[in-house]
C-alpha cells in the first residue's frame, strides 16, 4: 500500500537514499531541502513525476516550517511516515578547548530542537493517517552507555537530547510511533570515505526496521540492522 512520506535533509547521503528507495517503491515522496539547486533530486523527479514533490524550505525556521506544511496540504492532507534526517555534526566538537558555545548551540538547534518542532508543524498531518509514524535519525554516540571514548561533544549532546525529546513524544503521542533509528558508521559528507557502512546499506537496514515498526516499538532506540541499543 503506498505511503506519503516526508524526509528533512533529503538533498544528499542518506536522505537521498531514503528518498530514491521510497520512489522505487512507489510511494508519494515530500523531499525537504534547503538548496534550490538540487540536481540528484531534479532527477529523481524526472523519473518520478507524479510521486516526488521536491519542497524548498528551511525547518530550522519557524516560517519554514510552516512552509512545509502548506506545501504538503497542497496535495494531501496528512502524513503517514516522517523521517527527521537533517543533521550537523558541529566543527571544533571533538577536543573541549575547540568548543565554541556558539558551536554547541547549532548542534541542538539543528539536532535536536527543530526536528521536535518539525513534528509538532506536521502533527495534524499525522493525525490523519491511519498508522502514523515517526523516525528521527540519531546515533549510537548519543548512547551514554556507548560512550567510551569521550569528544563530540555538540553531536553527542544533542543527540542524546533528541533521544529523551522522543521518548516523550512517544509516552504523549501514544498512537503514533515515534521510533530513534541509529544509521551505523556510513560514507557520507558527514562520516567520510573511511566509514565501513554504504548508503545503501544503510537505508535498506533502516527501512527494513521501519516497516515492521509500530506503536509496540514507540520510543525504542534500534540501529540500522535491528538491533535495540542502548541508552
Known sequence: MSKTILITGASRGIGLGF???FLGKGHQVFAV????????????????????????????????RASVRE??????NRIDWL????GIYPEGDDDLNTLTPENL?????VNTIT???????????????????????TSLMGS???????GSYGYRMSKAALNMAVKSLAI????????LLHPGWVRTDMGGEQAPTSINESVQGMIAVMERSGVRQTGQFFDYEGDSIAW
Open 71 to 76: 506545501q504538503v496540504l497542497a496535495k494531501t
Open 33 to 64: 531541502t534547503r538548496q534550490m539547486e538540487t540536481p540528484a533530486l531534479q532527477n529523481l523527479q524526472k523519473l518520478h513525476p507524479d510521486l516526488l514533490t521536491i519542497v524548498v524550505a528551511s525547518v530550522s525556521d519557524p516560517n519554514g
Open 172 to 179: 504523549d503521542y501514544p498512537d503514533i510511533a515515534s521510533i
Open 144 to 150: 551514554l552507555s556507548d560512550n567510551t571514548s569521550g
Open 105 to 109: 548551540r547549532q548542534a541542538f538547534e
Open 115 to 137: 526536528p521536535i518542532f518539525v513534528v509538532r508543524e506536521l502533527l495534524p498531518l499525522l493525525k490523519k493517517s491511519q498508522q502514523p509514524k515517526t523516525f528521527h535519525v
Open 19 to 21: 528518498t530514491e528507495s
Open 83 to 86: 523521517i527527521n534526517n537533517a
